[in-house]
C-alpha cells in the first residue's frame, strides 16, 4: 500500500512540474511574441529632431572612442 502512495505522490509532483514549466514556458513564448513586434528603430512620429553629441566636422576616431569611454554611450 505505501508503494502504491509513493508513486501516487510522485505522479503528482511531477504533472504539477510538466504543468508549471509549460505554463512558464508558454509565457514567455506570449512576451517574446509582443516585443517582436514591437517596432522600436521606426521613424518617430511628430516633431523630433536627431540629437549627436559630437560635431561630426571636427570629431576623430580618438575623440569618438573617449566619449564613448566617458559617457558610456
Same mark, same amino acid.
Given at each position: 500500500? /505505501?508503494?502504491?502512495?509513493?508513486?501516487?505522490?510522485? #505522479?503528482?509532483?511531477?504533472?504539477?512540474?510538466? @504543468?508549471?514549466? #509549460? #505554463?512558464?514556458?508558454? @509565457?514567455?513564448?506570449?512576451?517574446?511574441?509582443?516585443?517582436?513586434?514591437?517596432?522600436?528603430?521606426?521613424?518617430?512620429? @511628430?516633431?523630433?529632431?536627431? !540629437?549627436? /553629441? !559630437?560635431?561630426?566636422?571636427? /570629431?576623430?576616431?580618438?575623440?569618438? #572612442?573617449?566619449?564613448?569611454?566617458?559617457? @558610456?554611450?
Amino acid at each position: 500500500m /505505501s508503494w502504491i502512495k509513493m508513486i501516487v505522490r510522485t #505522479l503528482k509532483v511531477f504533472i504539477l512540474f510538466t @504543468g508549471c514549466t #509549460l #505554463l512558464f514556458y508558454y @509565457g514567455i513564448m506570449w512576451v517574446n511574441q509582443e516585443y517582436e513586434d514591437y517596432h522600436r528603430y521606426d521613424e518617430p512620429k @511628430g516633431t523630433a529632431v536627431k !540629437v549627436n /553629441s !559630437v560635431n561630426q566636422e571636427d /570629431s576623430n576616431w580618438f575623440n569618438r #572612442l573617449l566619449l564613448f569611454y566617458l559617457d @558610456g554611450e
